[in-house]
T-cell receptor, first 113, second 114 residues
């Protein structure tokens, strides 16, 4: 079956530090990959996505590249801000037929001034 | 634009009580979902509805029932609440027919069962 594994948190960084949150997946075929972000007290919202191998998703300074050979979709940002403090979820969805999203367990990011 | 609206936002129940979480979306989406979020467990799918008139079990359906009342509304019912159902519940919706269609989430309903 499908599964997503994320690095455990919390990840604690100082403002302007470089961020990497690792995500690897197991899936049949070639799924679409997503990063969702959950700010305190809110629901999840889509941060970025990639639909095929070697695609790079980007938004708000965050990037992730779909790596088929390593089944990975690591999230990166060159310079984090305090406002980036949130929980980040990696997810996948099969591209053929009807399919629900499979989420990782989430990684909390805490950025201090 | 309201998006996905959940009610209530907070609820405290005693063991054995029943309640219904309401969810409505105004984006004309086909699919709707109920998830629960627990510390260290991420999001787990309880039930989903791929289209009006259909519902299917997700990963953790035991103790829950759902109703897709119409295209806009998808409710989650706890018939006899248990402490293990203390959680934050999220409703979500998605437009089908788009392979990469994103999920839109409500703000969540925090349920405590004593």
């Amino acid at each position: 079956g499908n599964s997503v594994t994320q690095m455990e948190g919390p990840v604690t960084l100082s403002e302007e530090a470089f961020l990497t949150i690792n995500c690897t997946y197991t899936a049949t075929g070639y799924p679409s990959l997503f990063w969702y972000v959950q700010y305190p007290g809110e629901g999840l919202q889509l941060l970025l996505k990639a639909t095929k191998a070697d695609d790079k998703g980007s938004n708000k300074g965050f990037e992730a590249t779909y790596r088929k050979e390593t089944t990975s979709f690591h999230l990166e940002k060159g310079s984090v801000q305090v406002s980036d403090s949130a929980v980040y979820f990696c997810a996948l969805r099969r591209n053929s037929g009807y399919s629900t999203l499979t989420f990782g367990k989430g990684t909390m990011l805490l950025v201090s001034p | 634009n309201a998006g996905v609206t959940q009610t209530p936002k907070f609820q405290v129940l005693k063991t054995g009580q029943s309640m219904t979480l309401q969810c409505a979306q105004d984006m004309n989406h086909n699919s709707m979902y109920w998830y629960r979020q627990d510390p260290g467990m991420g999001l787990r799918l309880i039930y989903y509805s791929a289209s009006e008139g259909t519902t299917d079990k997700g990963e953790v359906p035991n103790g829950y029932n759902v109703s897709r009342l119409n295209k806009r509304e998808f409710s989650l019912r706890l018939e006899s609440a248990a402490p293990s159902q203390t959680s934050v519940y999220f409703c979500a919706s998605r437009l089908e027919g788009v392979n990469t269609g994103e999920l839109f989430f409500g703000e969540g309903s925090r349920l405590t069962v004593l």
